[in-house]
Nanobody
């Protein structure tokens, strides 16, 4: 079992920045790919960004490229999502997720943290 705990959500204005964090079990992180997904009201959950913990390789959704940066603290056990130039359409519940390297789907999910961007 992989437990993930998100933090850092909140209410900001358009153009502001926000940083989300996700803490996971240090002893298993090297075998995982960690990611952020988000789900806005009435919409399906969508992929935001991912990082392979061991290799550090990152991927992003087109909608956040150039604005969001995913990173991991290899000395600790925390992954972060730095969100800059936030837009109202970024408003959603953001979920941290993990999958074992080689798996096709994400099996482990955090409880989610709300991000609200006002005009």
């Amino acid at each position: 079992q992989v437990q993930l705990v998100e933090s850092g959500g909140g209410l900001v204005q358009a153009g502001d920045s926000l940083r989300l964090s996700c803490a996971g079990p240090k002893r298993t992180l090297s075998y995982l790919t960690l990611a952020w997904f988000r789900q806005a009201p009435g919409q399906e959950r969508e992929f935001v960004a991912a990082v392979a913990w061991s290799a550090g390789r990152t991927t992003y959704a087109d909608s956040v490229k150039g604005r969001f940066t995913i990173s991991r603290d290899v000395t600790g056990s925390t992954m972060s999502l730095q969100m800059n130039s936030l837009k109202p359409e970024d408003t959603a519940i953001y979920y941290c997720a993990a999958k074992r390297v080689g798996d096709s789907s994400y099996s482990y999910w955090g409880q989610g943290t709300q991000v609200t961007v006002s005009l």
